[in-house]
Structures are given as structure tokens and as C-alpha cells.
């Protein structure tokens, strides 16, 4: 089954403790990206990757990183979480090529809270 | 700044009606336009896009879209409703500027009535 997973579902955390929340398509897709979804302001854009080894800024990337290692793998890392991050987390894929390019494919989300 | 507003937070309508959810948008060049919809403690799932060519674009479950050039606008519309369309639906922009930004709306939540 083509889908995008996303691990851990739910996530409490304290202020500055580390994480990573970990994104794999099966597709093959080119394209993965993470958007944060916040009541009143919709989804907003935090990383993309075209490829492998190459990554770009969304509108919200400030207190994020990523990495794209492997084509299947997108993960989101908090290297120091805040209040302010707590928010539901998505991943998603898409082909840039082909009858389904730009259709994105998102993962359950995450719901990661930061006291 | 580039956008995209959905100016309604929630659309009522009964069932068998017709539906419309409104979007436009402000972006420079020709955009890429997309509908998404998100069903409770889902990820979204993609309904329809706008790429080139005719201005009304068909997608899944009987919903539809109307490129407006002129208005910026890209508006979902329904023949009839049904109750399991109630859900929150995002329209979104990919500005055709070379990169793959995406510019989402805030959402707006449709609900049916029986």
C-alpha cells in the first residue's frame, strides 16, 4: 500500500530536550516536505527536499532542521523544542514528474506537545 | 507578500444542494493550484489541481474547481452535497517561480446537514 509514515503519532516533550520525528514514503516520490498545522493559521510550509542531499527553507523554518540521507526518509529534527512548537506535524511526498506530479501524499501527522 | 485566503471559516449547507468553498489567491506568474481535503484526526488527501489548459478542472468524489484568471480565484464547487463531505478543505498555491513552495490557505471547515 503507497502511503507516508510518520513516527511517534503523539509526542509530549519538555522545554530543550531533543527530537526527531521520523517520515518514510514508499513511493519513490522525489519530493517530501513538513508542514506544521495550527488552528486559525492553516498548514504552513517548514522544509522541502527535492532530493536526496537537497533540502530548502519553507515559510516557518526557524527552530527546525532537517536531512534527506535517502530518497525514502525525510526526518524533522527539534534540536532545542519550545512552547511555541507544539502544534500538529505533517509529512508528505509527491512525483515532480509524470500525470500525478504536485499531488501531494501526507502522513497521519504528529501531534507533539512542548511544556 | 504571496497568499492565499479561504474567506470563509465554515460553509453550511444541507444535503443535496450545491456547494461552493471560495479561494484566491496572490501570487505573481502563473500558479499551480491545488484542493486538499482533511477528514477529523486525518492526514489531508488530495482532491483536484490546476495546472494548464481548461479553466473548470474535475476531481475526486464529484467536486470540481473554477480557475478564475481575472479573480485570482479557484473556488470548489459540488452539484450535492452529502453528509460525508463535511470536513475541513485547504486550498493551496505552488507559485510557478521555480521553486516548490507551498502556500496553503487557513482552511474551511464544510458541514452537511441531513
Known amino acids: 500500500e503507497a502511503q507516508v509514515t510518520q513516527n511517534p503519532r503523539y509526542l509530549i516533550t519538555v522545554t530543550g530536550k531533543k527530537l526527531t520525528v521520523t517520515c518514510s514514503q514508499n513511493?519513490?516520490?522525489?519530493?517530501m516536505s513538513w508542514y506544521r498545522q495550527d488552528p486559525g493559521l492553516g498548514l504552513r510550509q517548514i522544509y522541502y527536499?527535492?532530493?536526496?542531499?537537497?533540502?530548502d527553507k519553507g515559510d516557518v523554518p526557524e527552530g527546525y532542521k532537517v536531512s534527506r540521507k535517502e530518497k525514502r526518509n525525510f526526518p524533522l529534527i527539534l534540536e532545542s523544542p519550545s512552547p511555541n512548537q507544539t502544534s500538529l506535524y505533517f509529512c508528505?511526498?509527491?512525483?515532480?514528474?509524470?500525470?500525478?506530479?504536485?499531488?501531494?501524499?501526507f502522513g497521519p501527522g504528529t501531534r507533539l506537545t512542548v511544556l | 507578500a504571496q497568499s492565499v485566503a479561504q474567506p470563509e471559516d465554515q460553509v453550511n449547507v444541507a444535503e443535496g444542494n450545491p456547494l461552493t468553498v471560495k479561494c484566491t489567491y496572490s501570487?505573481?506568474?502563473?500558479?499551480?493550484l491545488f484542493w486538499y481535503v482533511q477528514y477529523p484526526n486525518r492526514g489531508l488527501q488530495f482532491l483536484l489541481k490546476?495546472?494548464?489548459?481548461?479553466?473548470l478542472v474535475k476531481g475526486s468524489y464529484g467536486f470540481e474547481a473554477e480557475f478564475n484568471k481575472s479573480q485570482t480565484s479557484f473556488h470548489l464547487k459540488k452539484p450535492s452535497a452529502l453528509v460525508s463531505d463535511s470536513a475541513l478543505y485547504f486550498c493551496?498555491?505552488?507559485?510557478?517561480?521555480?521553486?516548490?513552495?507551498?502556500?496553503f490557505g487557513t482552511g474551511t471547515r464544510l458541514k452537511v446537514l441531513a
Open positions: 490546476y495546472i494548464t489548459g481548461d479553466n
Open positions: 493551496a498555491v505552488r507559485p510557478f517561480s521555480g521553486t516548490y513552495k507551498y502556500i
Open positions: 513511493m519513490n516520490h522525489e519530493y
Open positions: 527536499s527535492m532530493n536526496v542531499e537537497v533540502t
Open positions: 501570487v505573481s506568474g502563473n500558479p499551480y
Open positions: 508528505a511526498s509527491s512525483s515532480i514528474g509524470g500525470d500525478s506530479y504536485n499531488e501531494q501524499f
